[in-house]
């Protein structure tokens, strides 16, 4: 039956001239608050029916976590040849990737004056040689007339010779005798140099150290270099690129989880595709700071055989630092996940959990959003492992709402 007006003045009171108008007042701001309030539970209802999440399951599978960190290819043995006198370069028999062997020709100095002074050093070693025949025979000759004045003399009773005569007779054998050492020494210093003027001779001509391949030629036909201070360097060597290395640069932050021998994977951007492997064999102690960031350098081994790789390339390199064989996971963004209306309660949340490595979690359970508290373990930037036993394998986590 459909209420007639009185009936309803009735309810209200506006029926009865003995009302007050307050009382009046009353009622009505109550009705219009209950039928407020039944409007914001009914809008709330029918938004919490029509939300769709996003939603991923929680998987069991290997978890592997990684250190991120760059750095530049290099040769692992690279040799600077260079040039240790002065002078003009006549010839340069390589170039640039050349395959060489130990002791090939790779350049040599115009040797005129080298020459030279080996021919007058020989000159000179002989003229001293000579000269040590001349004070021998000096000697020999000193020695015999000392010999004689002394036998004289003491034959004499010193009568015969004179006193005079017999110390210049000593004086000519110490004489002879300091001749002797004299040419002797001279004759050293003439094959000393002689020695180092054939050396020079034979440093004119640059041979190759080793066997390798030639990064760099510095040098060209024509141009003049000098040995002074410090050697002229030619030509830069890389004993082999079969087999290559990565300086990479490891944050202070995560230097603590690397480790040598742990395996490298990197890309380049010649080949930015293909992720080549490799092996840390140095971890070094020395910091390296730039920028006011500090830094640690590892030593990545890297085999190369199909010589893809080159000296300075660029490498983005992946530091496996752990494998987890059998990890419970959730995408990274479900721990990101928050209804609207629990922002304020995730912050809560945060401000507790954070000694304790706990995050929240949104589960899908029978159509409604359920939070439940999680321990998190390691990440390898898209999944997180989840510790403890709040969480199930192939519960399903809310990791977004669906755009209408």
Same mark, same amino acid.
């Given at each position: 039956?459909?209420?007639?007006?009185?009936?309803?003045n009735?309810?209200?009171?506006?029926?009865?001239?003995?009302?007050?108008p307050?009382?009046?007042?009353?009622i009505?701001a109550a009705? +219009?608050?209950?039928?407020?309030?039944?409007?914001? /539970?009914?809008?709330?209802?029918?938004?919490?029916?029509?939300?769709?999440?996003l939603t991923?399951p929680?998987?069991?599978k290997?978890?592997?976590?990684?250190?991120s960190?760059?750095?530049?290819?290099?040769?692992?043995?690279?040799?600077d040849?260079g040039?240790?006198v002065?002078?003009?370069?006549?010839?340069?028999?390589?170039?640039?990737?050349d395959?060489?062997?130990?002791g090939?020709l790779?350049?040599?100095?115009?040797?005129?004056k080298?020459s030279s002074?080996?021919?007058?050093?020989e000159?000179?070693?002989?003229?001293?040689?000579?000269?040590?025949?001349?004070?021998?025979?000096?000697l020999?000759?000193a020695?015999?007339?000392?010999?004689r004045?002394?036998?004289?003399y003491?034959?004499t009773?010193?009568?015969?010779?004179?006193?005079?005569?017999?110390?210049?007779?000593?004086?000519?054998?110490?004489?002879a005798?300091? &001749?002797?050492?004299? $040419?002797? #020494?001279?004759?050293?210093? $003439?094959?000393?140099?002689?020695?180092?003027?054939?050396?020079?001779?034979?440093?004119?001509?640059?041979?190759?150290?080793?066997? %390798?391949?030639v990064?760099?030629?510095? @040098?060209?036909? %024509?141009?003049?270099?000098?040995?002074?201070?410090q050697?002229?360097?030619? /030509?830069?060597m890389?004993?082999?690129l079969?087999?290559?290395k @990565?300086?990479?640069s490891?944050?202070? $932050?995560?230097? %603590?989880?690397?480790?040598?021998r742990?395996t490298?994977? /990197?890309t380049?951007?010649?080949?930015?595709d293909?992720r080549?492997?490799?092996?840390?064999?140095?971890?070094?102690?020395?910091?390296?700071?730039?920028?006011?960031?500090?830094?640690?350098?590892? +030593?990545v081994?890297?085999?190369?055989?199909?010589?893809q790789?080159?000296?300075?390339m660029?490498a983005? #390199?992946?530091?496996i630092?752990? +494998?987890?064989?059998?990890?419970l996971?959730?995408?990274?963004?479900?721990?990101?996940?928050t209804?609207?209306?629990e922002?304020d309660?995730?912050?809560?949340?945060?401000?507790?959990?954070?000694?304790?490595?706990?995050?929240a979690?949104?589960?899908?359970r029978?159509?409604k959003?359920?939070?439940?508290?999680?321990?998190v373990?390691?990440s390898? &930037?898209?999944?997180t492992?989840?510790?403890g036993?709040?969480l199930?394998?192939?519960?399903?986590?809310i990791?977004?709402?669906?755009?209408?």
């Open positions: 039956m459909n209420p007639t007006p009185d009936s309803i009735h309810t209200l009171g506006l029926g009865s001239a003995k009302k007050s307050l009382k009046k007042y009353i009505i009705v +219009v608050s209950m039928i407020a309030g039944g409007g914001w /539970f009914w809008i709330k209802n029918q938004a919490s029916s029509k939300t769709e999440y991923a929680a998987v069991i290997e978890l592997t976590t990684t250190v960190a760059t750095g530049n290819l290099e040769p692992t043995n690279t040799i040849v040039i240790e002065s002078g003009t370069i006549t010839d340069v028999l390589v170039d640039y990737n395959h060489v062997r130990q090939q790779m350049a040599r100095l115009d040797t005129t080298l002074a080996v021919t007058s050093s000159a000179a070693l002989l003229r001293y040689r000579a000269n040590i025949s001349a004070a021998k025979a000096t020999a000759n020695k015999n007339e000392y010999e004045v002394h036998k004289m003491t034959s009773g010193g009568n015969y010779p004179s006193k005079k005569e017999v110390d210049e007779a000593d004086n000519a054998l110490l004489s005798k300091a &001749g002797v050492d004299a $040419a002797i #020494a001279q004759s050293a210093q $003439a094959s000393a140099e002689l020695e180092t003027h054939q050396d020079n001779l034979r440093k004119a001509i640059v041979v190759s150290p080793i066997d %390798g391949i990064l760099e030629r510095k @040098v060209e036909p %024509g141009q003049t270099v000098v040995a002074a201070m050697t002229p360097v030619l /030509f830069k890389a004993k082999s079969n087999t290559m @990565v300086i990479v490891v944050d202070e $932050a995560d230097i %603590g989880e690397v480790k040598e742990q490298v994977t /990197f380049v951007d010649a080949y930015p293909h080549f492997k490799g092996v840390i064999t140095q971890l070094r102690l020395n910091s390296v700071m730039v920028n006011g960031v500090v830094t640690y350098d590892a +030593v081994e890297v085999p190369n055989e199909n010589l790789l080159r000296p300075g660029t983005t #390199a992946q530091i630092t752990g +494998v987890l064989p059998s990890a996971t959730v995408p990274n963004a479900a721990l990101r996940f209804p609207p209306l922002k309660a995730k912050e809560k949340t945060a401000q507790k959990s954070a000694h304790t490595n706990g995050k979690l949104w589960i899908l029978e159509g959003a359920e939070k439940i508290e999680v321990k373990g390691k390898d &930037g898209i999944s492992a989840i510790l036993s709040a199930k394998p192939s519960d399903d986590v990791i977004g709402i669906k755009e209408h």
